[in-house]
C-alpha cells in the first residue's frame, strides 16, 4: 500500500498511550534521496566534511582552501572558494540539458499566466544584470526591492546575484515608513518596484507608496519600475524607468561575478526584541550550501517534481525554499500572486490540481484557516499528485496536522514540519522524509550538521525537558551579522551562552530525543507565522499625539497562532473610544504595515509595572486573554491590574 503508515502505539514502549508516531511508505522511502542514517552518519563523524560534500553539490570557479574558520561569533565558510549564486541557479542548468524545463510557472490573482524555462529565467537575469549595470550597479552596491508575487522579484535578484549587487528585499506589504527606514539603513541606490500588484481583488499600490517613502530616501539614485496592470503611478523623469524599456535595450549576456565565498549575498531585515529592524546578513557560499541540501533532502526533491512553496519571497522562505533552494536544484515551481481566498476558497486547491503539484510547503495559520473554511474547498479538487507536505514558521498544532495529513495529503504524504528563521538562512530541525519517522507537533530532530541543542537559563544541557534552543556549532548558511550593527549581532545572539548561538525560542526534548519548539522566549510575537516586535507596535503606538505610554502582548489566536493586544494610556484631554481605537490601529498600519495592525486596543489609566518600573507583560496577557492573573506579588501597585481586568471584562463581555 502507498499509505503513510500509522505505526501502533502500543508497540513502541517508550511511547505514552496518546502518541502516534507517522512514517512514509515503502514505496516513498525507497525512492527518496535519502533513506538511511548515512547523511546522519556522515555529518556526526565530521560535521564539516559533512557540509563540504554538500558544497560539492554546487558549481565553483575556484575550490575552498579551508572549510571553515570559526572565529566566535565569526565564521567563514569554504574559504579561498569562488562562485557565483544566478550562475548555480541558471547557467549550470542551461547548460546541462535542462534549458527547455519549466524553472516557473507562475500564476497571477486575476489568473493570467506565464511560463519561464532555465532559458528564459537565464536570459532575463542576464539582460537585467545588464540594466542595473547600465544604472552604475557595481558589486558591493545594494538594491531594494519592494514588489508583487512576480517572476521579475526572482530575476531582479539573481541578477543582483550575478553582479555581485547585495539585495535587500522589502515585503509588498510593508508601509512606506517602514520601506524608507530598510532602504535607508541599506544605503540603497537603487528601487525595483511595481506599478502594483493584486491582493483580494484589490490593487497594492506598490509605486505609489514606495514614491512616499522615496521623499526621505537620499541614497536613491535610480527606481525600476516593472508594469504589472494599468495602475496609475507617477513618473519622475530621470530617476525612473520602465523594466520593459530598459530591457529592450539591453544586451543578452553578462558574465557572472566570481564571487568570494565570504562576499554578501543579500540583507533581508526582521524584527528583534528592539523597535528598529535588523538587517540580517547573508553571505554566498555557505549560504547556497544550505538552501541546495536542504532543498534536496528535506523536501526530496526530484527533476520531474513541481514544488510549491507558498510563502512571498519577500520573507526568508521565499528567499531560500522559491528562490535560491529550488533553482540550484533545477527545480521546476508554481509561483502564485494573490490570496489563497480568492476568487474562492478553493484557490490553492484548484492550482495543485491544474498544475499537478507533488511538493506542497506552507504556514499553520494558513493550514488552520483552510480548517475553518472547511474540507469541501480541498474535496472539490483531485490532489492525487501530491506526495509531501511541508509547514514552517511556527509549531504545527496536532489538530493542523492531522487536518493536513488527511484532507490534503489523502493520508499519503510525509508532512515535514521546518524549523529555522530568518538568521539560520536554511531548514535547522526537520525530518527527513525517507528516514526520519514523525510526530505530529514535533519538528523531530536536527538536520545532518546542525549542532542543536537544549540548554537551561545557567547553560546545563537539559537531557529531557523544556529550556532554550541553542546552535552550538556554527553551520553554513549562519548569518554572518546584522548590517551596519555588529554590537547588537553580539549582544542580540552570542551574549547568553559564550560561543553559542542562542535563538530566543523556547523548546522541549522528549524521551525520544526529538524537538517540541515553544515559540519565542523574548519579545517577539508570531503573527500569521511573521515576526513582529512588541516594541515596535509600541514606539508606533506612542507615535500617536493621543498617547503618553502603551505595552504590547501577542495573545493566543485560533487561526493566527498570535494576535496583538495593545494597552495604551492616554494623554490628558483624549477621549477613549471607539473612533480613537481605530485611529491608532490605522496609525500602526501606517508605521509599520497591515501585518501588524493590533487585534484589541485596551485603554487604561495605568499599566501594572514592577517596583523597578518594568511592565509586566505577563500579566497583561492574562488580562487580554481573558485568564486568572498569575502571580502579582512582586507589582509596585497591585490595584491597577485588579482594575484593569475589571475594566477589561466589562468591555469585552458585552
Ligand atoms: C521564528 C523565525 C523561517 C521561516 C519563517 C519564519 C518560528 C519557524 C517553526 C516551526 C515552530 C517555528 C520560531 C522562529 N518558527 N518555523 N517549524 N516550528 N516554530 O522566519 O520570521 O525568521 O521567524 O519562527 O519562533 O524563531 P522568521
Known amino acids: 500500500m502507498n499509505e503513510t503508515t500509522v505505526l501502533d502505539s502500543a508497540t513502541i514502549q517508550s511511547l505514552l498511550e496518546e502518541e502516534r508516531w507517522f512514517e512514509a511508505s515503502k514505496t516513498f522511502r525507497e525512492k527518496a534521496n535519502t533513506n538511511n542514517s548515512s547523511l546522519y552518519d556522515m555529518a556526526a563523524h565530521n560535521r564539516e566534511e559533512f557540509w563540504a560534500t554538500m558544497a560539492e553539490g554546487l558549481d565553483w570557479y575556484e575550490k575552498w582552501r579551508t572549510v571553515l574558520e570559526w572565529n566566535p561569533p565569526y565564521a567563514k565558510w569554504f574559504v579561498g572558494g569562488k562562485l557565483n549564486a544566478s550562475y548555480n541557479c541558471l547557467d549550470r542548468h542551461v547548460k546541462n540539458g535542462m534549458r527547455n524545463k519549466a524553472a516557473i510557472i507562475w500564476e497571477g490573482e486575476p489568473g493570467d499566466q506565464r511560463t519561464l524555462t ?9 539582460k537585467f544584470a545588464n540594466c542595473l549595470k547600465r544604472l552604475g550597479v557595481q558589486k558591493g552596491d545594494r538594491v531594494a526591492f519592494y514588489m508583487p508575487m512576480i517572476p521579475e522579484l526572482a530575476i531582479g535578484m539573481l541578477a543582483c546575484a550575478r553582479l555581485g549587487a547585495v539585495h535587500s528585499v522589502v515585503f509588498g506589504g510593508f508601509s512606506p515608513e517602514a520601506l524608507r527606514d530598510r532602504i535607508n539603513d541599506a544605503q540603497a541606490t537603487v528601487l525595483v518596484t511595481a506599478d502594483g500588484g493584486y491582493r483580494r481583488g484589490n490593487l497594492l499600490p506598490l509605486k505609489h507608496d514606495a514614491d512616499l517613502a522615496l521623499r526621505e530616501t537620499p541614497s536613491i539614485e535610480h527606481v525600476i519600475i516593472v508594469k504589472r496592470g494599468d495602475f496609475p503611478l507617477h513618473v519622475k523623469e530621470g530617476r525612473d524607468h520602465w523594466y520593459h524599456r530598459l530591457m529592450q535595450e539591453a544586451d543578452a549576456y553578462c558574465e557572472p561575478e566570481p564571487m568570494e565565498a565570504e562576499d554578501m549575498l543579500y540583507i533581508l531585515y526582521t524584527s528583534g526584541t528592539t523597535g528598529k529592524p535588523k538587517g540580517i546578513v547573508h553571505t554566498t557560499g555557505g549560504y547556497l550550501t544550505g538552501v541546495y541540501a536542504t532543498t534536496k533532502y528535506v523536501f526530496d526533491l526530484k527533476p520531474e517534481d513541481v514544488f510549491w512553496c507558498t510563502a512571498d519571497i519577500g520573507w526568508v522562505t521565499g528567499h531560500s525554499y522559491i528562490v535560491y533552494g529550488p533553482m540550484a536544484n533545477g527545480a521546476t515551481q508554481i509561483m502564485y500572486e494573490g490570496s489563497p481566498d480568492w476568487p474562492d476558497r478553493d484557490r490553492f486547491w484548484e492550482l495543485v490540481e491544474k498544475y499537478g503539484v507533488t511538493i506542497f510547503y506552507t504556514a499553520p495559520t494558513a493550514i488552520r484557516a483552510f480548517m475553518k473554511w472547511g ?3 480541498p474535496a472539490k479538487h483531485d490532489l492525487h499528485t501530491l506526495r509531501l507536505l511541508g509547514s514552517v514558521g511556527e509549531p504545527i498544532n496536532p489538530e493542523a496536522w492531522t487536518w493536513y495529513h488527511e484532507y490534503i495529503g489523502g493520508n499519503r504524504c510525509p508532512i515535514v514540519d521546518t524549523w529555522w528563521q530568518t538568521e539560520t538562512g536554511s531548514i535547522m530541525i526537520t525530518p527527513l522524509p525517507g528516514v526520519t519517522r514523525l510526530k505530529p507537533g514535533s519538528a523531530t530532530i ?10 537551561s537559563e545557567d547553560g546545563t544541557r537539559v537531557d529531557t525537558g523544556g529550556g532554550y534552543l541553542v546552535v552550538k556549532s556554527p553551520w553554513p548558511s549562519m548569518l554572518r551579522g546584522i548590517y551596519g550593527d555588529p554590537e547588537r549581532f553580539k549582544q542580540q545572539y552570542w551574549s547568553k551562552y559564550e560561543g553559542i548561538y542562542f535563538t530566543g525560542d523556547g523548546a522541549k526534548r522528549d524521551e525520544n530525543d526529538y524537538f517540541w519548539l515553544l515559540g519565542r522566549v523574548d519579545d517577539v510575537m508570531n503573527v500569521s507565522g511573521h515576526r513582529i516586535s512588541t516594541m ?8 500617536h499625539e493621543s498617547t503618553a505610554e502603551s505595552a504590547v502582548v501577542g495573545i493566543h489566536h485560533d487561526v493566527k497562532g498570535q494576535a496583538i493586544a495593545a494597552f495604551v494610556t492616554l494623554k490628558e484631554g483624549y477621549e477613549a473610544d471607539g473612533k480613537l481605537e481605530k485611529k491608532l490601529k490605522d496609525h500602526v498600519v501606517q508605521k509599520i504595515g497591515v501585518i501588524a495592525r493590533p487585534e484589541k486596543i485596551i485603554f487604561s489609566a495605568d499599566l501594572p509595572k514592577t517596583r523597578s518600573g518594568k511592565i509586566m507583560r505577563r500579566l497583561l496577557r492574562d488580562i487580554a486573554e481573558g485568564k486568572a492573573l498569575g502571580d502579582t506579588t512582586t507589582l509596585a501597585d497591585a490595584s491597577v491590574v485588579e482594575k484593569l481586568k475589571r475594566t477589561y471584562e466589562e468591555e469585552y463581555s458585552a
Open 118 to 126: 532555465y532559458w528564459d529565467m537565464y536570459r532575463e537575469v542576464n
Open 375 to 377: 474540507d469541501e474547498w
Open 446 to 455: 536536527p538536520f545532518p550538521g546542525v549542532d542543536a541543542d537544549i540548554f
Open 536 to 543: 515596535e507596535v509600541e514606539s508606533a503606538l506612542v507615535d
